[in-house]
Structures are given as structure tokens and as C-alpha cells.
């Protein structure tokens, strides 16, 4: 995971609908209250607003075309998620369902990211566990609570993912905080199943790249071998160029690209 920039905003007439959608749910929720809580009723969501093609656009853009959780280019391809489950909600997998979800934030542009159809609806689904799941916002008439709320997965926006998440190789780990693996970090690894086979299998052809340029531009600057001739010069020209973009925001796996560089074992 890197940190997503969401500095342009979906446009006015796409926002009036956004509002106008999340009152007519919050009107729902305050008119029968009980039914929504108990999942007698059970709010239906418009996907053409948050799944419009704008926002779908916007995200895409954002992102560089990336899963918001595992950096896997998904593109057009990729789910519209909330960061904060929208119909119904769980601390974890073996736990109750709660409803409502977060449900007047099912338009929220901070709580719309792209996702990866297996981070989104194979991994994480409803989860979203809280460090204190007794304080839980509810409904939409609970603001304290909400900002009060301590996910226990990252914030793709409001965090920095990589202050929590570092790689060894193609495998992720929970980086120390204050003495100790992020918490944050430990628990994002297993809600999108960041070390799932699949994702380590690509993760580690990307650094085979990597570190099949590192050793050739080493071997340069230690004057084990010499350059030549002009395919050679190429080579080492590609081999520096992707040193270069690797770590980029725009590249999938950028983030362990960048561990792999910075580790004194390369």
C-alpha cells in the first residue's frame, strides 16, 4: 500500500446527487430505525452514483490505475470500495454481522477508493475492525463516535500506509511502532490477505526485475564488469531507468520496490 492523494473532487451536479441520495437514507434510517438495526429492512444503494463513470475515472486516475490494498493494476476493471462497509459490518470473520453499515457514507467521496475484486470482495467484504468495537457509529446521528472511531486497518488517504506496512523480499510485515509491529499493519496484511500465494508470486517477479538491474548497475560501479559496447550501454541504461520508475507512485508494487532499494542487503 502507498498513500493515495484524492486532491480533485467529483464535480458539483455529481455531489448534489451524493447529498441528496444520503438524505433520502438517513430519512429512511430515522423513520424505522428498529427494522434497519434488527435487518428486517435493509437499505438499497444506488451504484450508478458512487459506480458513476466520473468517479470511477477519478479514482482510477488517483490511484494510478492500482488496488488501493495490494497495488495490483486493476484499471477499468477494478470495484468502486468504501473504506467503511456501507450495508451491514463485522469486527472480524467469525463475528456478527452488525446493520446498518456505514450507510451515509455510501456516496462519501474519502470513503470511495478502486480495489482489486479480490481484496474487495474475497478478503475484506464487510470487515472492519475497530481497536474499541463497543463505540461503533451506527447511524448517521452519531458524529462523535465516528470521529472518535480507531480502525484497525489503514486509511489509504488519511494514513500513511507505508509508516506500517514494510516488505522482506516479496512478503509483507507489519513495521515496529513504538517497539512493536503496527497493529494497523498486522491487521490490514490480514484483512486483504496481503501475503496471499498470488499476490507474493507477481510481487516477486517484479523483484527479480528489480534486482536483476541492482546487481548489473553494482557490478558496473564496482568496475566488475566493464561496458562496451552499445548493447551493453543499453542494458545498463534500461536497468537504471527502472531503478528509477520502480518506486513511483504509478508502478504496481511500488511500495516494495522502495523497501527493496532502501534494504542494506542489496
Known sequence: MIRINKSVEPDTK?????RAATKRLCDRFTADSQAY??????????????????????????QYDKCCYCEMVVGASGDVEHFRPKGDVRQD???????????????????????????NQRHKKSLFPLAY????ARSHDDGELLSNEQPLIIHPCLDDPEEHIGFRAEIAFP???????????????????LNRPDLR????????????????????????????????????????????ICVGENEQF?????????????
Open 93 to 119: 470473520t467469525d463475528e456478527t454481522v452488525l446493520t446498518p453499515g456505514y450507510y451515509w457514507l455510501a456516496y462519501d467521496w474519502l470513503n470511495l477508493f478502486l480495489s482489486c475484486s479480490t481484496c
Open 175 to 193: 513495521r515496529p511502532v513504538n517497539g512493536h509491529g503496527s497493529v494497523r499493519g498486522e491487521q490490514s496484511i490480514r484483512v486483504f490477505d
Open 254 to 266: 511500488a511500495s516494495m520496490s522502495r523497501c527493496a532499494l532502501k534494504s542494506e542487503s542489496f
Open 133 to 136: 468495537p463497543q463505540v461503533r
Open 37 to 62: 438495526v434488527s435487518g428486517t429492512r435493509h437499505f438499497e444503494f444506488d451504484g450508478r452514483i458512487y459506480g458513476d463513470a466520473s468517479i470511477k475515472a477519478l479514482l482510477r486516475s488517483a
Open 14 to 18: 455529481w455531489r448534489r446527487r451524493a
Open 201 to 244: 508470486s507477481q510481487r516477486r517477479r517484479t523483484l527479480e526485475r528489480t534486482y536483476a538491474c541492482l546487481a548489473l548497475v553494482k557490478a558496473v560501479e564496482r568496475g566488475d564488469i566493464e561496458i562496451r559496447t552499445a548493447e551493453g550501454k543499453k542494458l545498463l541504461e534500461d536497468a537504471i531507468r527502472h531503478l528509477s
